[in-house]
């Protein structure tokens, strides 16, 4: 089948890449990165950025524990449009002690949001908070499976998940498997 749409040019290119590690030292890391490049020579108010050239390459990494509070996240703007850029790195320091989960976007906010931070390393934590969540649920589950197979009086927590979107709206059906749910019962039957 051919393609439809008009030609078109390429402007900017935006690459997100967050990766989750587990250390030695029984905490997480989950480090994040932002490359913004251009598709044509653009002029800025510091100078050039080439065709192809990279405008912004930031990077954040941040120390979790298994409840998934921030230890210290370290911030690096290794390319930027402004030599100021650089200057608000230190301000990350101030999400140590930020759990993620709800509200987690307003507390990034209030301690790094607007003239204190920078937008697009701010921007970053959404998906790594999300990187986060995958790269220690299975972990979590497993611990979940142990404790339920060492003590069969144990009762699953409420899933944090319910209500955090449409699929598993209180009263659908993904919601209805999580409530019923066992770490060591049968698997449940995939939705035809």
């Known amino acids: 089948m051919q393609d439809s749409r ?8 935006r690459q997100v890449q967050c990766r989750g590690y587990q250390r030695e030292d029984g905490l ?3 480090e994040g990165c932002l490359i913004d490049t251009k598709g044509e020579e653009t002029q800025f108010i510091y100078g050039k950025v080439a065709a192809s050239g990279v405008l912004h390459q930031m990077r954040l990494v941040m120390v979790l524990d298994w409840d998934l509070v921030i230890h210290s996240v370290e911030a690096f703007s290794e390319q930027a449009p402004t030599p100021e850029c650089g200057q608000v790195t230190e301000a990350y320091r101030a999400l140590a002690g930020v759990r993620i989960g709800a509200g987690f976007k307003r507390r990034v906010a209030e301690r790094v949001g607007g003239t204190v ?3 697009h390393l701010t921007e970053l934590l959404g998906p790594m908070a999300t ?3 995958q790269t220690l649920a299975p972990l979590q589950q497993k611990r979940l499976r142990e404790r339920a197979a060492a ?3 144990f009762q699953m ?6 209500n955090t979107c ?3 709206r209180e009263e659908g059906e993904a919601a209805r498997r999580i ?3 066992k770490p060591n019962g049968p698997a449940i039957d995939p939705v035809k």
């Open 6 to 13: 008009p030609p078109r040019r390429l402007l900017h290119d």
């Open 28 to 30: 997480f890391e989950i």
């Open 117 to 119: 931070g920078c937008t």
């Open 131 to 133: 990187t986060a969540i």
């Open 151 to 153: 003590d069969p009086s």
């Open 157 to 162: 927590p409420t899933h944090w998940v319910l």
């Open 166 to 168: 449409h699929a598993y």
């Open 179 to 181: 409530r019923t749910w």
